[in-house]
Structures are given as structure tokens and as C-alpha cells.
């Protein structure tokens, strides 16, 4: 088993956002994990990225745990991620962004022709290649996502945490997105663990789909068990819908 969460809880003062969670992810998966607004799913993927730490609980990779480790270092055991909400040093090129990701993973490492080399490949792959020389904070919101994207590759991960990586992107730039993200998991190998509130996204791209409400987990299976689930069904649309 590649990544194990186990009994994970996340409190802040009196609120509980995540309750008790456990679920597994083999190498290779494509897990969705859904919810409605403020089912603690980013808090979910913060945990895991080292950037909170669990109040109780734990997370394990290839058997180690790593919570409470620092975000670089989890990131350099083979964790990256993108954010619900865009981040990117926008005085930075695109091209000088993706090549931060590449020298992430050596310290001190010196900017040659295989590092670029690399970076050049991981814009090619994400459809940035021609906006190399663009500043990051000139790019639209959907390449600003493409670009987190990139830099996230280009620290090598083997698990990829996606957080709403298709928000308010239109059905042409969110067909694209699925293909590039099955790419990604088929050709690369990839783990994906994707926060998604576009269903047509998360149906079609993910395995297995769990489901969380009020930060605990109601629902786990396929994407058919899921949709068809009467706790699912009454998170979502309201008891009278069940």
C-alpha cells in the first residue's frame, strides 16, 4: 500500500474539520475524494502535505509515517500537490517556475541543460510551452492552474494531490484536464488523489470515489455505488431526495 491514512482527525479550537478519517491508496490509483462545501477536503490534503499537523491520527508512506514532517521534506519523499485556490510567484516566468520544481529536489544544485531540459519537456506536456517567456501572473486562471500543475511534476512525485484543479474552467478546458491527468497516472505512473466539484470530472477520471460530510467519511466505492448511496444522495440534495 502506497499511502495509508489512518484515523486522522484536524481540529481548530472547538471545530472539528476532520473526523476519524481512514482510507488507502495503492501505487497507480485514481482516488476522487468529494464532499459539499467545507466537508474537509482541503483540510484533508493539508494534513497530508505536511502544511497542518493531525490532532490525532496518522500518515503513513510506502509504511513510514511523515505527519508532522515539514512540507519540503514530504514533498521530497514523493508528495506534491496543486491548491484550491492558485498560488504561483508571479514575477517568475513560466518557464523559470516549472524550473524552481526541478531544482527543488537537490539543494544547491546549479541550473544546466538536463534541469531545463526537463522543465522544457513539462511545459510541452502541459500546453505552456509557447508562454515560456510570460510571467506567471499574466497567465489566465485555467494556464495559472496548468502551471501549478507543471511545477508539481517537476519535483517528481509518486503520489499527486489535485485540489480542485478544474474550478471554473469551461467543458473544452475540462476535457483537456481529464486527458492530461490520465496521462499523467497512465504514462507516468503517477497516484492521483483529486478534490473535485465538477462531477463530470471526478466520474469520469477517478477509480474510486470517498465521500465526506461534516469532515467524516459516509460513502466509499465506485462511482455508480457512490451516486446511488442514500447518505450520499441526502448530503448533497436534502433529506426529501433520499
Not at 514532517?69 to 485556490?85: K, M, W
Not at 541550473?111 to 505552456?128: D, F, N, S
Request: charge should be positive; proline fraction near 3%; glycine fraction near 10%.
Amino acid at each position: 500500500m502506497l499511502l495509508q491514512v489512518e484515523g486522522l482527525s484536524k481540529t481548530f479550537g472547538g471545530v472539528t474539520a476532520v473526523r476519524d478519517l481512514s482510507f488507502t491508496v495503492s501505487a497507480g490509483e485514481r482516488l476522487g475524494i468529494i464532499g459539499p462545501n467545507g466537508a474537509g477536503k482541503t483540510t484533508t490534503f493539508n494534513v497530508i502535505s505536511g502544511e497542518y499537523r493531525p490532532t490525532a491520527g496518522m500518515v503513513r508512506l510506502d509504511g513510514a509515517r511523515i505527519d508532522g514532517l515539514r512540507p519540503h521534506q514530504i514533498n521530497r519523499r514523493g508528495i506534491a500537490r496543486t491548491f484550491q485556490i492558485v498560488r504561483v510567484f508571479g514575477t517568475l516566468t513560466v518557464a523559470e517556475h516549472v524550473l524552481i520544481g526541478v531544482l527543488s529536489r537537490q539543494p544547491g544544485l546549479r541550473v544546466g541543460g538536463r534541469q531545463e531540459e526537463e522543465a522544457e519537456e513539462l511545459l510541452r506536456l502541459t500546453g505552456l510551452e509557447r508562454f515560456r517567456d510570460t510571467l506567471a501572473r499574466n497567465l489566465t486562471t485555467a494556464s495559472k492552474k496548468r502551471l501549478e500543475l507543471a511545477t508539481a511534476l517537476a519535483t517528481r512525485p509518486r503520489v499527486l494531490l489535485l485540489d480542485e484543479l478544474m474550478a471554473g474552467l469551461n467543458p473544452v478546458e475540462v476535457e483537456e484536464s481529464m486527458e492530461l491527468l490520465r496521462r499523467i497516472n497512465e504514462e507516468r505512473g503517477i497516484t492521483l488523489i483529486v478534490v473535485e466539484h465538477v462531477m463530470k470530472a471526478i466520474m469520469g477520471l477517478c477509480y474510486r470515489i470517498i465521500v465526506m460530510h461534516y469532515g467524516a467519511k459516509i460513502a466509499e466505492g465506485t462511482p455508480q455505488e457512490v451516486t446511488s448511496n442514500r447518505r450520499v444522495i441526502e448530503a448533497y440534495l436534502g433529506e426529501e431526495y433520499a
